[in-house]
């Protein structure tokens, strides 16, 4: 597994704190560069506003996230994500905040999101 080689990704709720920001980054394969051959990076990408849902249960939150992430068809499922540096040891590491899903600038993630990262990687450890 290449995590094991290279390091895992972190993963947090995203805090309405950071609305207007400029610290969200995406990879994607967008469709309007290469054909969607090549990944595409875009940084410094404020989120503007997130709504929270809840599944009928109450049990699971998301949040809808509106960004200015530029994007084209192809982008979807890369992570909505931002660097953070350890108090400890001052090393920084990536956070994925959100998973893009819409060239119109959306985003999801929140509590819901980070149940399943936690699911599946106590499943798949």
Same mark, same amino acid.
């Given at each position: =597994?290449?995590?094991?080689?290279?390091?895992?990704? +972190?993963? =947090?709720?995203?805090?309405?704190?950071?609305?207007?920001?400029?610290?969200?980054?995406?990879?994607?394969? +967008?469709a309007d560069v290469a054909n969607g051959d090549k990944p595409l990076?875009?940084?410094?990408?404020?989120?503007?506003?997130? =709504?929270?849902?809840?599944?009928?249960?109450?049990?699971?939150?998301?949040?809808?996230m509106?960004?200015?992430?530029?994007?084209?068809?192809?982008?979807? +499922?890369?992570?909505?994500f931002g660097i953070w540096k350890d108090e400890k040891t001052k090393k920084k590491s990536y956070y994925v905040v959100g998973v893009h899903v819409a060239h119109n600038g959306s985003a999801t993630g929140g509590p819901g999101l980070n149940k399943l990262i936690r699911n599946l990687r106590s499943e798949y450890d």
């Open positions: =597994r290449i995590g094991n080689k290279t390091g895992w990704w +972190g993963f =947090r709720v995203y805090d309405a704190t950071c609305n207007g920001g400029k610290y969200w980054k995406n990879i994607g394969y +967008g990076f875009h940084d410094l990408a404020p989120i503007l506003s997130y =709504r929270m849902y809840s599944a009928p249960s109450g049990s699971t939150r998301a949040y809808l509106r960004h200015f992430i530029d994007s084209s068809n192809g982008h979807s +499922g890369g992570p909505v």
